[in-house]
């Protein structure tokens, strides 16, 4: 079979491993991004057992975790700082194969960027409409240019909290990570290789909105008293460190799939990151992709396949990411208590039953 060729749009996690993917297979890739270089933001990321998964079939998962800390116990607790429920990545393992790891952006876009030749990447080019190749993978983010062209309707749509995320000075080890529930706000942790712990807070606030004097500023007056170890948490980060975005996601698109155009990642299905599921996801996408094209010539039934495949997957995910942002966000002290006594009262089990459908991925 002749070589074939694909024009991958955007150098994120999703296109450099869909990349690494298809030349996998056998095919020539070229990686377009809009950026002077390829580089990604300071911030860290949740790799679940489905992520890793898909890691090991791109033979990149030692490398991942080689750089990565396995969160040995996180869980969620309450305003007070009081647990509602609890879970061990030894469990998570059992279960799934693989733990929970946490991991710098910056290392796994290392990673997935020393996987991949120099002349296959491209930086600088803005891609605006439908590049010629056998294969165009769009995957250009929320934002895409190339899911505006093809589905013009589509917008992302506002999920009514926005979002800080940082990166702490080293500390001293933490024994566990956690989300911690209050009104309208929540505050999550989990460290990170070198001392280092990622932290991440959001509030139900309109969109389009900033701190008055500055973010890290706007972090501790809304943080500032929270359980501990946040305050420490807090005087631990560097101020300029410190990134907020709102969040959005994507309505359902009819198909992640246009003649020889296909989605991936979050300009297929961007998601709120309550599940920590982003990356995972696109992860899967690139996998999948790559398995769906390895044995055909037949373009339109692979990508057919791979429509099917990850269309209702990753659109589920989206729903039930949106559903636990929602539920994290309650303000009103009644729908607050009933939220809290509820999730005391679940077994763990349960909960990682509920799980097992995206945590138990297998290609």
């Known amino acids: 079979m002749a070589e074939r060729t694909a024009v991958i749009v955007g150098g994120g996690i999703g296109g450099l491993a869909a990349a690494v993917a298809l030349r996998r297979i056998g095919w020539d890739v070229t990686v377009l991004e809009r950026a002077r270089e390829f580089a990604e933001v300071g911030a860290g990321l949740s790799l679940w057992p489905n992520g890793l998964r898909t890691l090991e079939l791109l033979g990149l998962r030692e490398q991942v975790m080689a750089l990565g800390v396995v969160e040995a116990r996180g869980g969620v607790r309450d ?50 409409d439908v590049p010629a190749a056998d294969l165009v993978v769009a995957a250009d983010g929320l934002g895409s240019a190339i899911r505006q062209r093809l589905w013009p309707r589509c917008k992302p749509r506002y999920a009514g909290h926005t979002a800080w995320r940082m990166i702490t000075n080293p500390l001293p080890p933490l024994t566990e990570g956690a989300v911690t529930w209050g009104r309208g706000e929540r505050f999550g942790f989990t460290e990170m290789s070198g001392g280092r712990v990622y932290c991440f807070a959001a509030a139900t606030v309109p969109e389009g909105g900033a701190g008055v004097d500055g973010e890290y500023a706007e972090l501790r007056r809304r943080f500032g008293s929270w359980p501990d170890p946040i305050p420490a948490l807090l005087a631990a980060t560097p101020p300029e460190s410190v990134l907020r975005h709102d969040l959005y996601d994507l309505p359902p ?7 020889r155009t296909v989605l991936v990642g979050d300009a297929a299905h961007a998601m709120t990151p309550s599940l920590g599921q982003g990356a995972c996801q696109a992860l899967e996408d690139a996998v999948t992709l790559a398995a769906c094209l390895q044995h055909t010539s037949d373009l339109p039934s692979a990508l057919t396949r791979y429509d099917r495949l990850r269309r209702p997957r990753t659109q589920a995910v989206v729903r039930r990411s949106a ?41």
């Open 79 to 128: 305003g007070k700082g009081r647990w509602l429920s609890r879970t061990g990545s030894a469990e998570l393992e059992r279960r799934f194969g693989f733990p929970l790891v946490v991991v710098h952006r910056v290392d796994l876009m290392g990673i997935l960027l020393a996987a991949l030749p120099p002349e296959a990447l491209r930086a600088g080019v803005e891609v605006v």
């Open 253 to 259: 698109l009819p198909s992640f799939v246009s003649g």
């Open 323 to 363: 559903r636990l942002g929602t539920i994290g966000q309650l303000a009103w002290p009644p729908a607050v208590l009933l939220r809290d006594v509820a999730a005391r009262l679940t077994p763990t089990r349960m909960t990682l039953r509920s799980m097992a459908p995206i945590l138990g991925w297998r290609m």
